[in-house]
């Protein structure tokens, strides 16, 4: 019997992300001590039997094919959004408007004017009490929240530098289809605005500052691809002939970037760097010491501390799954470690205490703004033959 109240979740998409949250909201409130019990209410997607077929198998109670739906009815309290980028404002924007708690995937908009707006009506519907967050998911890694709780305390003192890689290869193969997400129009920008805006997220989250300037350079490698077809599913192969597709975002992505704080960062990202299927690394190095952290081994913090004694230094690896590490602690016994899936259980969990007036959601979309606002700066930068470019940091400029 249910004993909290019940927050009735409709998921809109249906893709790897959907189902990813899907599993986080069925289980966050058996492992974590939450104000309300998530309910998979419903799921909708654009095609009626797929739609139908994914409800059932991720249980959910119903399905649809108008996200409209999860906005106008009343038993519906969160809309997950789990869409491409170009439905992320209308649906985010209706939903906060009918008072539904959102959930938005990374990252926030196609642009900075509807990063904007959405910004906007997530503060209006603060006001009345609704909450609204963006799904920056790497901050619910348990090493990396301890890299901040560290980094926040002063153990490595004033940072100086910050160096972000993530890599990925499953389009490293000109035949790998055509898919959304290497449509501008759907999806804003490529690697920049999929994996290159969590290094950005990471970093300024990670250092409490924010990136003021950036030189930046785009680079598309594979000009067309063959569209995605019955007889070419993701992961699979083109013969010849198969209809080609413009790719319209970039393949990869390389940033200088200035922090507020005074650091400097370097960020590069790529789908394109054979072998590594997704590397997630970033280091940073302060006066006092310095921590690393890779998501191939996303268990393990590496640790210097600059204050130890001489002849004992070095970069230490702290498994992050003791009671004391975030997160760790809802789990299993130290050392058996956790997986991608808990980062999304960790982030419905959060929400969920933020829905229950206990913390707050975060990031925000004020927050997620200010990322977009970073990958407008580096697209002007990288459109002007790097060009040292300012992060606005007003609403309407830039
Ligand atoms: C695809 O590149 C992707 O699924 C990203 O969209 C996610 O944000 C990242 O966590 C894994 O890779």
Redesign the pocket.
Known sequence: MMTRPPVRVAVIGTG?MARMHAQAWRTAHRFFDLPGEPVLQLLAGRDADRTRRAAEALGFAESTTRWEEAVSRPDIDLVDICTPGDLHEPVAVAALEAGKHVLCE?PLANDVAAADRMADAADRAAARGVVAMCGF?YRRTPALALARRLIQAGRIGRVRHVRAQYL?D?LSDPEAPFTW?LDRRQAGSGTLG??GA?SIDTAQWLLGDHITDVSARLRTFVESRPALSEQVGLGGRAGAGATRMPVTVDDAVAITAEFDGGALGVFEAT?LATGHR?SNRIEVNGEDGSIAFDFRAMNELEFYDAHDPAGEQGFRRIQANEPEHPYAGAWWPPGHGLGYEHLFTHQAADLIRAVGGAGTASPSFADAARVQRVLAAVEHSAHHDSVRTRVHTDQGEQ
């Open positions: 790897f990374k998911s990925q499953w997400r999929d994996i969590h789908r997704n």
